[in-house]
């Protein structure tokens, strides 16, 4: 059952919003969002919450941690700054000296999240990003931030989502979609509604091109992958019934006996 934070997480907004409009500095909004990892999402103050955390000369502002593991890395801006991708590179890099999967950029009012993979340099996409800013946003932010709680993240409900965000993501639909096999079904189904049989490349080019240009980044150039052929199993050997024996085929013959072998002569 989904954490239902929808109370706190209105009543907390407001203050966001306030801290928004009067420009509230940094320090000051790492304050006021320690309160909301406690009130809203569930996370011990004096054992949870960790503050400037530092490595190496690399500082994140705020750690959130789970049974003594650090589970959330939080970047936090002044609550009138319009955030960007570039402000979490320093958690970046925290991220990586630690193999930290998640980094939360937020401001009070905005949120972004990000997972952030390791195998070729450091490279992260966004997983959510919501705003407390208007009632349409905030009843987003109520199902998105969820994720965020104490308990959700214990449950791995944060790594549910992102595995299914993942399946459902272009990168995903569009390894599927741009197959061989889609493609014949897909000629299939036209060419029953309208009678045309089209070229799989041009059906794949117009597919390709109706998709948003985000879905095409992240997708690449088209290709048509065609399935690996898959070697079947070879069946049992099933050895041929031995042919019988004259013996065999004549009652008044022993069972027992054999024919004689001849010797060649030289």
Known sequence: MAIDIRRSLRRFSKHFIEARDEELNEADTVL???????????????????????????????????DGRVRLLVEAKGAGVVLRDRHIEQAQSYAAQNNFRWVL??????????????????EYERAFVVTLATDEGLNEACE??????????????????WEKATALGPASIGKALFTARVLMLLRREIRRDTGVLIDSEDLAKSIHEILSQDARDVIGPLRIRKRRSVSKRTSPRVRAPRPPSPAAGDP??????????????G
């Open 105 to 122: 950029l937020t401001n009070g009012v905005d949120w972004h999240l990000y997972h952030l993979t390791f195998d070729e340099g450091i």
């Open 32 to 66: 006021r969002l320690c309160r909301f990892f406690e009130e809203v999402l569930g996370y011990d103050g004096l054992t949870d919450i960790s503050r400037e955390a530092e490595m190496k000369n690399k500082f994140v502002d705020v750690c959130l941690k789970i």
């Open 144 to 161: 998105k931030l969820a994720y965020l709680h104490k308990k959700a993240i214990k449950k791995g409900a944060l790594d549910r989502f």
């Open 252 to 265: 008044k013959k022993s069972a027992n006996e054999q024919p004689t072998a001849t010797k060649k002569s």
